[in-house]
């Protein structure tokens, strides 16, 4: 079984490879729902998308990829700018597009060379004027400081070396008083030895993940004014996990035990966080 790498650089090299590879084939890989080999679509609605959402994106932007749907609760409004983190094939900033109309603007950022022009090129066949597509680690975000109201992400940051210098990062970018609401994959108890060593389940969305309460705890650490998670969503993995890569080398009354421990130890949520606006607290204190 290939192991995860040591350094955060090459775990970044792993992620562009299996990533490239996905947007160069149109497979999937990350979203639980998807792992499985259903086609996008139907791993899209077991998510918590909608017939209308999925067709609502250009063909080829909707790759099967997400844990959930964090559009569906942004409360989007016209002329808002939305930044979305790890965008993929562009699905989830296309229906962004639509809720802030032409005055707003969408910006997505992607670490996969080959997924930033899948994106562009679905954002030119749709028409998407509102859209543009970055290159660039989430960790590291090419936005300025203050400058996005809102922030969506589906199933990306627990591929992320450094979750705190994502949450960091986020929390500069955001304006104040702006949104944070993301959908991904969490812990609710430790994982097996094997799984937290392999690769297929760290690019699988999974050994990479957070315990669910640090994941709030790191958000506020990073000064977010609160952390809520607004939906949680255990995954079924029984027929997903035997697509991560254990089945070569793990005896199949092992992988059953493995499968049954995993089940009851990944979670997918929902979180809804803001950053704190010091200018309203100010003018609350001094006209009560």
């Known amino acids: 079984m290939k192991t995860i790498p040591t350094t955060e ?15 160069r ?9 998807s792992c499985g080999g259903s086609p ?6 077991k998510v918590g998308y909608s017939d209308d959402d999925i067709s609502a994106a250009p063909a080829g ?7 959930g749907n964090p559009v569906a609760i942004a409360s989007l409004r016209q002329g808002e700018t939305v930044l979305d983190l790890g965008s993929g094939g562009g699905f989830d900033a296309f229906l962004a597009a639509k809720k802030v109309g032409p005055a707003g603007r969408v910006i997505g950022v992607d670490v ?4 930033i022009e899948r994106a562009t090129a679905n954002a030119e066949r749709g028409g998407y004027s509102n859209v543009e597509f970055r290159l660039g680690e989430i960790e590291s975000l090419p936005v300025d400081d203050n400058s996005v109201d809102v922030i969506i992400s589906n199933c990306v940051i627990n591929l992320a070396p450094d979750k705190s210098r994502v949450f960091s990062e986020a929390l500069r970018v955001l304006k104040p ?7 991904d994959t969490v812990l609710t108890r430790p994982l097996p030895e094997a799984i937290q060593k392999s690769v297929a389940a760290y690019m699988g969305c999974i050994s990479g993940a957070l315990m669910k309460e640090e994941y709030q705890s790191r ?24 697509d991560l890569g254990f089945k070569v080398d793990i005896e199949p009354a092992e992988l059953d035990k493995i ?7 990944v979670t997918s949520i929902t979180v809804s966080a803001a950053k704190r606006d010091t200018g309203r607290e100010k003018a609350r204190r001094a006209y009560p």
Do not use: H
């Open 259 to 265: 499968v049954a421990i995993l089940d009851k130890s």
């Open 40 to 45: 996008a679509s139907d791993a899209s609605k």
């Open 61 to 67: 932007a909707n790759l099967g990829l997400g844990c």
């Open 25 to 33: 084939t149109g497979g999937s890989c990350c979203g639980p729902a």
């Open 112 to 115: 996969t060379p080959e997924m």
């Open 177 to 183: 008083g702006g949104r944070f609401m993301v959908s």
């Open 9 to 23: 650089k090459t775990i970044k090299d792993e992620i562009k490879d299996k990533y490239g590879t996905i947007a």
């Open 219 to 242: 958000l506020l650490s990073a000064g977010f004014a609160r952390a809520d998670i607004v939906k949680d969503s255990p995954i079924d993995f029984t027929s997903a996990i035997r």
